[in-house]
């Protein structure tokens, strides 16, 4: 097994053959990042019947929405610090543990007030949770398939919205928005999945000198693989270089030391521009349907359809991602979105909303799966976590200023002009990634960070 690199432990699971072991654990990281994403598809289906309840103006329906983002810039920067020191696994659990709770609190919620609260706390917990799944899985699969594992996990967030519009569609029929939270709270049980299904990263072990655990991590893992596939493992390669941390510098002050600085700052812009779009347009489009003239339940059903596109959006993404790269596929996504947000924005009638609807859909969700691909190589071992994480948060102030910026200009700019400011956004994003970034195309992680 090459006993002289056995304490490579980047460079053992870099050479494993991809099979069922490493897509077991993928399935079950799957399951849990679509429970968890759904809480933010319900937005998108109840904010109107909220307001009715609740009586607030276009203004206080844009701060519903962005206090989730607020929480969830919070708590992808504090689990992605917290991820790196302690481990990805117990941030993981504990964030699954806050937005089911969360949930409940919301079903329950008796005034605005409490709605916001619980509001907070859910998009704490959701955007914790969301760093962890991607750290994890980067550090999982070897260098030639975890661009398309990663785009495929990803994959799992418009599955999220379609099952959230299903929930909302048929619940919102017969019973009040508060039960399609309590359907949701339920999700939350996958949390003994990662309790008892899903190993700690090994390489994570190894960044904080756990040498032992990586290794007992990785045997299992080694043993399983040859139990499946009936061959000998490749020789172990010869380390790239050692991932613990002994510059005694914190983790976020290492995201700008001069050889990741601009990785950093390509990468918070480019979340941001992304995050800043989508959600700011995505919030509101079903209650633009609804101020067009179309019923709460009409609304939810004609946005579900238009959200059936997403699937073979990050299908396309996931197969091309390998082909052509990341910042090539990055750009073209970005561009082709903004193209059909603007498009969206011009429709008069019903068959153009729905035709550039779909395909505003199919490039803004399958570009999802690009950027937490990218996001997740850029960074070392050492500080993926607290990178994840702080890229997600300059994502998640994009998301947290939009819906809200978008309520205040609508009565400005109209509708047209909400898509033509979000297509704006997303060739910003899109330039800077193509002309600032890194292509991380078939390199090792460990050979990512000397580029």
């Not at 109840?46 to 962005?66: D, M, P, Q, R, Y």
């Not at 693989?225 to 490749?234: A, E, M, N, S, W």
């Amino acid at each position: 097994m090459g006993e002289r690199f056995e304490n490579n432990i980047a460079g053992r699971l870099d050479r494993l053959p991809l099979c069922s072991v490493q897509w077991k654990l993928w399935l079950l990281h799957e399951i849990c990042w679509i429970l968890g994403s759904v809480g933010l598809g319900t937005a998108t289906f109840v904010l109107a019947s909220i307001g009715n309840e609740f009586t607030f103006t276009s203004t206080s329906k844009g701060l519903v929405a962005s206090s989730t983002y607020l929480g969830m810039f919070f708590g992808a920067s504090l689990s992605g610090y917290l991820g790196d020191k302690f481990g990805r696994k117990k941030m993981l659990v504990i964030s699954i543990f806050i937005w089911s709770l969360a949930s409940l609190g919301l079903a329950w919620s008796p005034n605005i007030t409490f709605f916001w609260i619980f509001r907070f706390f859910l998009g704490l917990g959701m955007g914790a949770q969301f760093p962890m799944t991607q750290s994890m899985l980067s550090e999982l699969f070897p260098a030639n398939s975890r661009g398309r594992a990663i785009c495929l996990m990803e994959g799992g967030f418009p599955l999220a919205c379609i099952l959230a519009g299903l929930i909302s569609w048929v619940a919102l029929m017969y019973v009040d928005w508060r039960y399609v939270f309590l359907i949701q709270a339920l999700g939350g049980l996958c949390v003994f999945m990662v309790i008892y299904k899903i190993p700690e990263s090994a390489r994570w072990h190894e960044s904080v000198g756990q040498l032992d655990k990586a290794k007992a991590i990785v045997e299992t893992m080694e043993a399983q693989v040859i139990k499946v596939t009936g061959k000998p493992l490749p020789a172990i390669p010869e380390p790239i270089v050692d991932e613990r941390d002994y510059s005694g510098k914190s983790k976020l002050a290492q995201l700008f030391e001069p050889d990741q600085i601009k990785k950093t700052l390509t990468l918070w812009t480019l979340w941001f521009c992304v995050l800043f779009g989508f959600y700011g347009l995505n919030t509101w489009i079903s209650a633009l349907l609804v101020n067009a003239g179309f019923s709460v339940v009409k609304s939810s059903g004609f946005v579900l359809l238009m959200y059936l596109p997403a699937i073979p959006g990050y299908l396309c993404a996931t197969y091309f991602v390998e082909i052509f790269g990341r910042k090539k596929m990055i750009f073209s996504y970005l561009i082709l979105a903004a193209v059909f947000c603007y498009f969206y924005g011009q429709s008069q009638t019903l068959t153009e909303l729905f035709v550039f609807g779909c395909c505003m859909q199919f490039f803004m969700f399958g570009m999802w799966s690009l950027i937490y691909t990218y996001a997740s190589e850029v960074f070392p071992t050492r500080i993926r976590s607290t990178g994840c994480g702080t890229t997600s948060s300059a994502g998640r102030m994009g998301s947290l200023i939009a819906p809200t910026l978008f309520g205040l200009l609508l009565p400005y700019i109209g509708n047209s002009g909400l898509f033509n400011l979000g297509a704006a956004i997303f060739i910003i994003g899109g330039t800077v990634t193509l002309i600032f970034g890194v292509e991380t195309k078939g390199k090792r992680l460990e050979e990512i960070r000397n580029l």
